[in-house]
């Protein structure tokens, strides 16, 4: 059984990456650029066989997010924040 790939990706801005990393200290732990460059190379390695969106999420539009529908703010909300924002975006 396979699954179909997601069409986004986590991105923020540099003055947001700190306060995300902060309240995710074993989730994302590069330095900003090394950040980057991850999300670069991601997207390189998959645009051969899908469209990869680099979705940017604010910091308080996640914590906005994580408020509105009742969720702690870790790793698995930013996800679903992401998705979202992903979402509200193709409309």
Same mark, same amino acid.
């Given at each position: ?46 645009? $051969? ?6 979705? &940017?999420?604010?910091?308080? $539009? ?6 509105? &529908?009742?969720?702690?703010? &870790? ?17």
């Amino acid at each position: 059984m396979s699954v179909d790939p997601v069409p986004w990706i986590f991105f923020c801005t540099e003055s947001d990456y700190p306060k995300f990393s902060a309240l995710l200290p074993n989730d994302l732990t590069a330095p900003y650029c090394d950040f980057v460059a991850r999300v670069d190379s991601r997207i390189e390695n998959m645009m $051969e066989h899908y469209t990869i969106v680099k979705t &940017n999420v604010g910091f308080d $539009e996640f914590l906005a997010f994580c408020a509105k &529908n009742g969720k702690e703010p &870790n790793y698995d909300s930013l996800v679903s924040c992401t998705f979202h924002t992903w979402g509200a975006n193709r409309k």
